[in-house]
C-alpha cells in the first residue's frame, strides 16, 4: 500500500511550495506568481504560508503593493532558486543530452555474408536518421565475433552460431534454407531426388571448417553415417559461387546470398538439413549504448523495442527466427 504520511506527502509537495516561493520572489507579487503559475492567487499563498510552517520562518514581508524577501527569504531563495530552475528545465536538457548522443559510434562484428546481404538495407536506414553516428563494420567470424562481444571491442554481432559461452546471448532475428548450388550443366540440376549419397560424391565446396555452414554439413552427413569428401573450401559465398560457376563442383549455400542473379542452378536439399539463422550476438549484461540500441530496434523491433535487462538471458520464444524473408527462401 502507498504511503500516505504527512511526512511524504510534505515532500511531494515541497517541490510546488519551493516553486511558489520562487516565483512569488521573482515577481515581488504573489498575484503575478499565480499567473506564471496559471494557479488561483490563494493557491499559491498557501503553498508559501504551508513552506513558512515547515522551516519555522517567515519568508517575505509586505512594502505597500509588494512583497519583499526577509532575511531568510533571501537565504533560502539563493538555495532554491537553482534547484527549481533545473528541475523545470529537465526536459530541455535531457533533450540536448539525447541529442549529444547522436554523435557516438557503433561498432558491429560481421562476417562477410553479413555484411553483405543482411546489413546494407538496415545501415542505410539508421545511418539516414542518424547521420552523425560513426558507423564501423569490423569483418570477424566464428570465434573471432565471439571474443570481439566478449571483449566489449564491439557493441553487437550479427551472424549466426551453433553454440555459445554462457557470457555471450544470441537472438535469432533471420531464418534462410540451405541450398544447393551446381553448374547449369550439372547432372544434380535437373535430377529430381537428391540424396545424401549424391552430395557426399566428391564435389563439395564448402565454406571453412571455422564457419557454421561447414558444422551443419558436416552434423548432417555424421548424423546419418554417410561419407563424404570436400573437393575445395573457398572463403565465402561469392567466392562458392565463382567456383561453382566455373564447373569446379557442387556448393551448399545458404539462400542469404541467393539473388537470382547468379549463373547457377539452385535447388532444395533433403528436408534433414536445418536452416540457418543469423541474429545478434551481446555479452551478458553490457550496456547497450543509445545507439546500439536504435540500431536493434529498427533491425527488429519486436524483439528488443522496450528491452533493457541482457542479464536475464534470451526468452525461448526468442530462440527461434523472428523474420523469415521470403524472397530468398
Same mark, same amino acid.
Given at each position: 500500500?502507498? *504511503?500516505?504520511? %504527512?511526512?511524504?506527502?510534505?515532500? $511531494?509537495?515541497?517541490?510546488? /511550495? !519551493?516553486?511558489?516561493?520562487?516565483? @512569488? +520572489?521573482?515577481?515581488?507579487?504573489?498575484?503575478?506568481?499565480?499567473?506564471?503559475?496559471?494557479?488561483?492567487?490563494?493557491?499559491?499563498?498557501?503553498?508559501?504560508?504551508?513552506?513558512?510552517?515547515?522551516?519555522?520562518?517567515?519568508?517575505?514581508?509586505?512594502?505597500?503593493?509588494?512583497?519583499?524577501?526577509?532575511?531568510?527569504?533571501?537565504?533560502?531563495?539563493?538555495?532554491?532558486?537553482?534547484?527549481?530552475?533545473?528541475? *523545470?528545465?529537465? %526536459?530541455?536538457?535531457?533533450?540536448? $543530452?539525447?541529442?549529444?548522443? /547522436? !554523435?557516438?559510434?557503433?561498432?558491429? @562484428? +560481421?562476417?562477410?555474408?553479413?555484411?553483405?546481404?543482411?546489413?546494407?538495407?538496415?545501415?542505410?536506414?539508421?545511418?539516414?536518421?542518424?547521420?552523425?553516428?560513426?558507423?564501423?563494420?569490423?569483418?570477424?567470424?566464428?570465434?573471432?565475433?565471439?571474443?570481439?562481444?566478449?571483449?566489449?571491442?564491439?557493441?553487437?554481432?550479427?551472424?549466426?552460431?551453433?553454440?555459445?559461452?554462457?557470457?555471450?546471448?544470441?537472438?535469432?532475428?533471420?531464418?534462410?534454407?540451405?541450398?544447393?548450388?551446381?553448374?547449369?550443366?550439372?547432372? !544434380?540440376?535437373?535430377?529430381?531426388?537428391?540424396?545424401?549419397?549424391?552430395?557426399?560424391?566428391?564435389?563439395?565446396?564448402?565454406?571453412?571448417?571455422?564457419?557454421?555452414?561447414?558444422?551443419?554439413?558436416?552434423?548432417?552427413?555424421?548424423?546419418?553415417?554417410?561419407?563424404?569428401?570436400?573437393?575445395?573450401?573457398?572463403?565465402?559465398?561469392?567466392?562458392?559461387?565463382?567456383?561453382?560457376?566455373?564447373?569446379?563442383?557442387?556448393?551448399?549455400?545458404?539462400?542469404?546470398?541467393?539473388?537470382?542473379?547468379?549463373?547457377?542452378?539452385?535447388?532444395?536439399?533433403?528436408?534433414?538439413?536445418?536452416?540457418?539463422?543469423?541474429?545478434?550476438?551481446?555479452?551478458?549484461?553490457?550496456?547497450?549504448?543509445?545507439?546500439?540500441?536504435?540500431?536493434?530496434?529498427?533491425?527488429?523491433?519486436?524483439?528488443?523495442?522496450?528491452?533493457?535487462?541482457?542479464?536475464?538471458?534470451?526468452?525461448?520464444?526468442?530462440?527461434?527466427?523472428?523474420?523469415?524473408?521470403?524472397?530468398?527462401?
Amino acid at each position: 500500500m502507498e *504511503d500516505v504520511s %504527512p511526512r511524504h506527502r510534505h515532500r $511531494h509537495n515541497r517541490l510546488k /511550495q !519551493l516553486r511558489a516561493f520562487c516565483h @512569488a +520572489a521573482q515577481e515581488r507579487s504573489i498575484s503575478r506568481a499565480a499567473q506564471r503559475l496559471e494557479l488561483s492567487q490563494p493557491s499559491v499563498s498557501l503553498q508559501i504560508q504551508a513552506l513558512e510552517r515547515e522551516l519555522g520562518i517567515t519568508l517575505f514581508e509586505r512594502r505597500g503593493p509588494k512583497i519583499q524577501l526577509t532575511p531568510d527569504g533571501e537565504s533560502l531563495y539563493e538555495i532554491a532558486a537553482p534547484l527549481v530552475e533545473g528541475i *523545470d528545465a529537465l %526536459p530541455e536538457r535531457f533533450e540536448a $543530452h539525447s541529442h549529444r548522443q /547522436q !554523435l557516438g559510434h557503433l561498432d558491429i @562484428a +560481421a562476417g562477410e555474408s553479413t555484411s553483405l546481404y543482411v546489413l546494407p538495407d538496415l545501415l542505410r536506414t539508421f545511418m539516414r536518421h542518424h547521420p552523425k553516428v560513426h558507423v564501423r563494420l569490423h569483418n570477424h567470424i566464428g570465434e573471432e565475433q565471439i571474443e570481439a562481444v566478449q571483449q566489449d571491442q564491439v557493441d553487437f554481432a550479427v551472424g549466426s552460431s551453433l553454440d555459445l559461452p554462457e557470457d555471450v546471448i544470441y537472438k535469432a532475428i533471420y531464418t534462410y534454407k540451405l541450398k544447393l548450388i551446381t553448374p547449369l550443366d550439372h547432372p !544434380l540440376g535437373t535430377k529430381p531426388d537428391i540424396s545424401l549419397e549424391d552430395l557426399g560424391s566428391g564435389e563439395l565446396i564448402l565454406p571453412p571448417r571455422q564457419l557454421t555452414t561447414w558444422r551443419l554439413v558436416n552434423l548432417v552427413f555424421q548424423q546419418h553415417s554417410i561419407p563424404y569428401q570436400v573437393r575445395l573450401e573457398v572463403g565465402g559465398w561469392e567466392i562458392m559461387k565463382r567456383y561453382v560457376e566455373l564447373g569446379f563442383g557442387i556448393g551448399i549455400a545458404s539462400a542469404i546470398c541467393l539473388t537470382g542473379a547468379d549463373n547457377l542452378m539452385v535447388r532444395d536439399l533433403p528436408e534433414v538439413f536445418p536452416q540457418r539463422t543469423y541474429g545478434v550476438m551481446l555479452r551478458r549484461g553490457r550496456y547497450l549504448s543509445p545507439q546500439a540500441r536504435r540500431f536493434l530496434e529498427l533491425m527488429a523491433p519486436q524483439a528488443f523495442s522496450g528491452a533493457t535487462d541482457w542479464e536475464s538471458g534470451v526468452p525461448d520464444d526468442l530462440q527461434e527466427s523472428v523474420f523469415v524473408p521470403s524472397d530468398r527462401q
